[in-house]
């Protein structure tokens, strides 16, 4: 087991894959949670709402851990982390950063339910393999927050899928927008398996599996459930079609979203808030 | 048994009779007592109202949610806002076993919200401009809703009375939440601190409307005395307003900061706080969906209930 920093400083080679990691890890959830916490009073009914916040608030509370896992590794921070890097400092998947659709969070949104419903049950199954893989990562502490994380991903897990279920197997209008969305995820879905330049670096030194098979996992579990809503979907339709974002690709969307998300921080970075 | 059909042979009038016993001996009416319909009406008005005015109320912190300045405030803030839409759900279906007798349902106090005829509170129709008024609103709007909430913490109508109880142990939080934002900010720098005194000034006169007109002279109509005579309620709308002065006025001051009324004292004779009056036309207007962001919050409710037309349509024929 690799120890804690503040025991012992990190082996040298181990803390490139590492904080790669990590930064990727943290910036999904955070990203991801803002979008949901933009959905804010707009869901399709106050159930939802009161459901789909409690769920942004667990993916911001994960994130913060993450972001604390980085700066126990002195990178800094977990306000300036979250809050000070510039766009092609994130490591995000470019899916978690597209805007919920047309118009703004306080006046004129009309958002996709479909596109929520199908980006966010995709990626907590894709996170919740991550994370059960973690659980045994070399490095303890994230292995720990691993745990924990785990915990709250069953419930979104389950949410989400009956979501999808439930509007997939609704036919008519529900199914045309649902597939549409479901093109949209999967065409930048790549995008969120892929684990970065150090993804090798990552699996030799135990943090996490291996990329591919992290991704043939997902495939393995999605696929009777695509079975059950009669949707054809191969490992071809996997891509990463806007960019990747674990290099530093990303959109438009992602710089209006980190100049809303830290317009009060950015007042004065110093002060106590 | 036999009680149920002696009941059912009662007139109006002795139902209505024995009815005011109960609530005077202060037991609790429930969903399914019968109850006299000026009753079932005010608790509908009053429980929909509330109901409305915490999913309504939760759009003016919406805007301070992703911009909170820190990983902490944003979850504070998350946290607080999911439970202001958890308090409108409660209340909501409390409000719908009592409209189910009327063949009313959640759809209709939606219609009702969009068209005007369901109001939502004064405060949740003004601006939020600036971070400092993020914490303003959960220190003093929550702590003024904390103060009119336990005053029917015993309230005749069971469902209603329980379900306060859970709202208001979270309003606690909130306050508590709105506080150390404000404490933060007035313990800042001179921009901070300016923030907190602008959103004082700014929200002032809308916290003493909060609690509504003293007595029906100056609006015309007031509920008060109907909610105190089937004991929904204790105090009077000016009882609680001087509660909160009590309460707040103290820990405004020693923040450092004013409050925008230069009258404000407390008689120390009379034993109350004199202040100047709010301008109550503008309260009847602001109710009336013309305060400075009414049309904006109904049309982002709106356009949000359009736009998931269809996942309702859905869900319906799924069911």
């Known amino acids: 087991m690799t120890e804690p920093a503040g025991n012992m400083p990190i082996d040298a080679k181990i803390k490139p894959p590492m904080t790669s990691l990590l930064y990727q890890l943290a910036d999904d959830d955070f990203i991801l949670a803002y979008r949901g916490s933009e959905w804010l009073g707009l869901a399709p009914h106050i159930e939802e709402d009161v459901a789909f916040s409690s769920i942004s608030q667990d993916t911001m509370g994960h994130a913060a851990m993450f972001y604390q896992l980085l700066a126990d590794l002195g990178e800094g921070n977990v306000d300036s982390l979250a809050h000070a890097r510039k766009t092609s400092e994130r490591r995000n998947a470019v899916l978690l950063e597209l805007v919920n659709g047309p118009g703004h969070y306080l006046s004129s949104a009309q958002y996709d339910w479909a596109f929520a419903v199908v980006r966010n049950y995709f990626y907590t199954q894709a996170k919740k393999i991550r994370m059960d893989s973690l659980k045994n990562s070399s490095y303890q502490p994230l292995a720990e927050v691993a745990l924990k994380v785990n915990m709250e991903l069953y419930y979104h897990l389950l949410h989400w899928k009956t979501w999808f279920i439930q509007l997939m197997q609704a036919g008519g209008e529900a199914r045309t927008r649902m597939e549409a969305a479901i093109g949209r995820v999967l065409a930048d879905f790549e995008g969120v398996l892929n684990l970065g330049p150090l993804a090798k670096e990552m699996a030799e030194h135990g943090l996490i599996e291996k990329e591919e098979v992290l991704k043939q996992r997902w495939l393995f579990i999605m696929k009777p459930v695509f079975e059950t809503v009669k949707l054809a979907v191969s490992e071809a339709d996997l891509a990463m079609k806007t960019g990747n974002g674990r290099i530093g690709e990303h959109t438009a969307d992602l710089d209006d979203a980190l100049s809303t998300l830290s317009e009060v921080y950015n007042i004065n970075p110093a002060a106590s808030w | ?319």
């Open chain 2, 1 to 319: 048994m036999s009680e149920a059909l002696f009941f059912q042979e009662m007139t109006e009038e002795q139902k209505y009779g024995q009815f005011m016993k109960r609530i005077n001996a202060g037991e609790k009416i429930e969903a399914d007592d019968w109850m006299p319909e000026d009753y079932r009406m005010t608790l509908i008005k009053l429980i929909s109202m509330h109901g409305i005015s915490e999913i309504m109320g939760a759009l003016p912190e919406k805007e301070w949610v992703p911009k909170a300045p820190s990983l902490k405030r944003k979850l504070g803030i998350m946290a607080k806002v999911q439970d202001e839409m958890g308090h409108g759900q409660l209340l909501l279906r409390v409000a719908e076993d009592l409209m189910k007798p009327l063949g009313k349902t959640r759809e209709d106090i939606m219609q009702d919200l969009f068209s005007g005829r369901l109001k939502f509170h004064n405060v949740f129709h003004m601006e939020a401009p600036t971070w400092g008024d993020a914490g303003l609103i959960g220190w003093l709007v929550d702590g003024a809703a904390i103060i009119t909430q336990t005053n029917m913490l015993n309230a005749s109508y069971g469902p209603y009375a329980r379900a306060l109880k859970r709202i208001c142990a979270e309003e606690v939080f909130h306050a508590q939440h709105g506080e150390a934002i404000i404490m933060a900010l007035a313990e800042g720098t001179g921009e901070q601190r300016a923030m907190v005194q602008d959103a004082v000034n700014r929200w002032w006169e809308a916290l003493l409307m909060f609690f509504g007109p003293g007595d029906a002279s100056t609006t015309g109509t007031s509920k008060q005395d109907t909610t105190i005579k089937y004991r929904i309620r204790t105090k009077t709308n000016e009882d609680l307003r001087q509660d909160f002065f009590t309460k707040y006025i103290p820990r405004v001051l020693s923040l450092g900061l004013t409050l925008p009324d230069e009258t404000m004292h407390f008689d120390q004779e009379r034993e109350l706080w004199v202040y100047k009056q709010p301008d109550w036309n503008r309260f009847k207007d602001i109710i009336k969906n013309n305060g400075p962001k009414s049309q904006e919050r109904l049309g982002l409710r709106r356009t949000a209930y359009d736009t998931n037309k269809w996942v309702r349509e859905a869900l319906n024929t799924a069911n």
